[in-house]
């Protein structure tokens, strides 16, 4: 056998059975999808290929495809149209927008019409099948939370978006079907990455003996892994429980955890003051809740991990638009530095500032939607220029707005231009109205506006960027916010 067959003999080895996925590639441009499918053959994908839209939707309607990868323009109809339909009429297929004209607005239609990532023309191979694999790891992620949704019972079904007031929604519950004399839980706490104990009802026990308790987690999470509840009574209490930590006269104990087949996220343990008989019926119902909460759990990570994709997708097409203007790009991720640093020096959640830091990033997508051409000048501004420069957290609001992820990221940005003294815009708001990431924000972009060089003048120096700041605290900019910034700058040497 000749080294072409040998060759031709390995690849056939190694095709595996079944093609990775199935997608649809349309551009008018068939050079381009003659390209783009030898590519994706060898790459083990299922390849059909049109040059329009009513060929594309007929292949939908024959096929089944998991991905449709589309150009924006195309003969007798655009892309956005196709995302549209499909979208409407064909939901498990999943799109990816291509495109050689990278504006803001096309983009941000492209990813309302439910487009799961973007490609800006041209592309190497190799950058295609990165973004492919990243909407086929999207689309898998949908299809599990579709999954975890439908399965979501009406029984008790609890409406709370944090995990653990949705363990007291189900525990109330738990507790008027099951009627104990004590109760208690302990749930899982990721940031300690440990068992938490937390007090419910008519528990009352010292922390010592919560800490007790806490230490015999182990021997229920054993129980729990083979599917079971720990039901005891009272000549087995002690083998779970400390004898010190039993509630007095308590004769039986019910335990149920709440969780998946990975994951146990905590659970419930009810102590009666008599021998308790436990009712199949009641019992089955209790798994159903527990196990719904357990669901719910995960469709918040779930829906928490989608939202967070979204953001970060945003955000890198912000950057890949702004690659024409490196000022703003640089400026962009300075303006998160500073932001990080001021944050670090403030008692706030991770999930906090991880939000104003997104807004850090986001602050001057709205100039990207506004012609500032006529701004770029070495002239005073016209007070009809100073009014489009204006417009820019206006027009960030609009292209946010509709992408429901951005509703925390949102007043950050739109009221960035704010004044301390109530003198700024778009909405004059004043002193603590103005929300605390809008107010760190400020000085973290006039900070490095001041040190960067500018058509119409020099970069200051740190020193008098300083000055400018300490002689606006108080009009501009907020006093307290002003002075931190100060010793963050001290402490990181940053003069």
Same mark, same amino acid.
């Given at each position: 056998m000749n080294v072409k067959n040998l060759a031709k003999q390995a690849f056939e080895d190694s095709r595996p059975e079944s093609p990775k996925?199935?997608? @649809?590639?349309?551009?008018? /441009?068939? *050079? !381009?999808?003659?390209?783009?499918?030898?590519? @994706?053959q060898n790459q083990f994908y299922q390849v059909w290929t049109r040059n329009s839209v009513d060929e594309a939707i $007929?292949?939908?309607?024959?096929?089944?495809?998991?991905?449709?990868?589309?150009?924006?323009?195309?003969? &007798?109809?655009s892309g956005l149209t196709l995302l549209d339909q499909v979208n409407r009429e064909f939901p498990s297929t999943i799109s990816v927008v291509m495109t050689a004209y990278g504006t803001l607005d096309s983009s941000i239609n492209a990813i309302r019409s439910n487009a799961a990532d973007y490609i800006l023309k041209p592309f190497e191979m190799n950058e295609l099948s990165?973004?492919?694999?990243?909407? #086929?790891? %999207?689309?898998?992620?949908?299809?599990?939370?579709?999954?975890?949704?439908?399965?979501?019972?009406?029984?008790?079904?609890p409406s709370s978006n944090q995990p653990t007031a949705l363990m007291e929604?189900?525990? !109330?519950? #738990?507790?008027?079907?099951?009627?104990?004399?004590?109760? *208690? !839980?302990?749930? *899982?706490?990721?940031?300690?990455?440990? +068992?938490?104990?937390?007090? *419910?009802?008519?528990l009352v026990l010292s922390q010592k003996n919560l800490f007790s308790i806490e230490m015999n987690v182990e021997e229920h999470l054993r129980v729990f892994r083979s599917g079971k509840m720990v039901k005891l009574h009272q000549d087995q209490l002690v083998r779970f429980f400390p004898r010190s930590s039993i509630p007095e006269d308590s004769k039986s104990s019910l335990s149920i955890p709440f969780q998946n087949a990975e994951k146990t996220y905590g659970f419930f343990v009810f102590f009666f003051e008599k021998e308790f008989q436990w009712s199949i019926e009641y019992l089955r119902l209790a798994s159903v809740l527990t196990s719904n909460c357990a669901q719910k759990i995960e469709n918040m990570a779930l829906t928490k991990k989608l939202e967070h994709n979204t953001i970060e997708m945003v955000e890198s097409l912000l950057?890949?638009?702004?690659?024409?203007?490196?000022?703003?790009?640089? =400026?962009?991720?300075?303006? %998160?530095?500073?932001?990080?640093?001021?944050?670090?020096?403030?008692? !706030?959640?991770?999930?906090? %500032?991880?939000?104003?830091?997104?807004?850090?990033?986001?602050? /001057?997508? &709205?100039?990207?939607?506004?012609? @500032?051409?006529? #701004?770029?000048?070495? %002239?005073?501004?016209?007070?009809?220029?100073?009014?489009?420069?204006?417009?820019?957290?206006?027009?960030?609001? $609009?292209? @946010?707005?509709?992408?429901?992820? +951005?509703?925390?990221?949102?007043?950050?940005?739109? =009221?960035?231009?704010?004044?301390? /003294? &109530?003198? &700024?815009?778009?909405?004059?708001?004043?002193g603590e109205e103005i929300p605390l990431g809008a107010r760190i924000i400020t000085i973290a972009d006039s900070f490095d506006s001041m040190t960067s060089d500018k058509v119409y003048r020099n970069a200051l120096t740190k020193e008098e960027a300083k000055n400018e700041l300490l002689l606006h605290r108080g009009s501009q900019f907020d006093p307290y916010l002003v002075d931190l910034f100060f010793k963050q700058l001290e402490k990181y040497s940053f003069s």
């Open positions: 996925a199935s997608i @649809l590639v349309v551009d008018d /441009d068939q *050079f !381009m999808t003659t390209l783009i499918q030898t590519h @994706l $007929e292949v939908l309607c024959n096929e089944k495809i998991d991905i449709l990868l589309t150009d924006l323009k195309i003969p &007798g109809s990165e973004v492919l694999d990243r909407a #086929l790891q %999207k689309k898998e992620l949908q299809e599990e939370y579709q999954r975890l949704k439908n399965t979501l019972s009406s029984i008790g079904k929604d189900v525990v !109330m519950v #738990l507790h008027q079907l099951l009627c104990p004399d004590h109760v *208690f !839980m302990l749930y *899982f706490d990721m940031s300690q990455k440990r +068992f938490l104990p937390w007090e *419910f009802g008519n950057r890949s638009l702004q690659l024409k203007d490196e000022g703003t790009s640089v =400026h962009s991720d300075r303006v %998160k530095d500073f932001t990080r640093m001021i944050l670090e020096g403030l008692q !706030m959640s991770q999930e906090e %500032k991880e939000t104003i830091l997104h807004a850090a990033v986001l602050h /001057d997508i &709205g100039k990207m939607a506004i012609d @500032l051409s006529t #701004l770029h000048t070495d %002239k005073p501004l016209t007070q009809d220029q100073v009014e489009l420069f204006k417009q820019h957290p206006i027009r960030a609001k $609009e292209i @946010l707005a509709p992408l429901s992820c +951005f509703s925390k990221i949102i007043p950050s940005i739109y =009221h960035h231009h704010e004044r301390f /003294d &109530g003198k &700024g815009y778009p909405d004059g708001l004043k």
